[in-house]
């Protein structure tokens, strides 16, 4: 059993920057790989990007390339994913999961109850 806990979200002006953090309990929580997924409101959830158990295998949404970097501290069991350049339309609540195995996608096995992003214009 894995739980996460998502934080770091909040209200920030377009162009800025945040840091979200999702902490993992469990002894085993740095076997999985891990991901962070967005849901706007109205929208789907959708895939933003996803580590590996070891951090050697990253992936991204092309509107995460170049602005987002996620990155894993697995001694702290915690994941992270650095958001610069945001935009209004990064606007969406941020959830953090956890899978076995890579891809990390929609029917991953543990999600955290969200971070909500708000970017202003």
């Known amino acids: 059993q894995v739980q996460l806990v998502e934080s770091g979200g909040g209200l920030v002006q377009a162009g800025g920057s945040l840091r979200l953090s999702c902490a993992a309990s469990?002894?085993?929580?740095?076997?999985?790989?891990m991901g962070w997924f967005r849901q706007a409101p109205g929208k789907e959830r959708v895939f933003v990007a996803s580590?590996?158990?070891?951090?050697?295998?990253?992936y991204y949404r092309n509107f995460a390339k170049g602005r987002f970097t996620i990155s894993r501290d697995n001694a702290k069991n915690t994941v992270y994913l650095q958001m610069n350049s945001l935009t209004p339309e990064d606007t969406a609540l941020y959830y953090c999961?956890?899978?076995?195995?890579?891809?990390?996608?929609?029917?991953?096995?543990?999600w955290g109850q969200g971070t909500q992003v708000t970017v202003s214009s």
């Open positions: 999961a956890a899978d076995p195995g890579m891809p990390v996608t929609t029917s991953a096995r543990y």
């Open positions: 469990g002894r085993t929580a740095s076997t999985y790989a």
């Open positions: 580590i590996s158990r070891g951090g050697d295998g990253i």
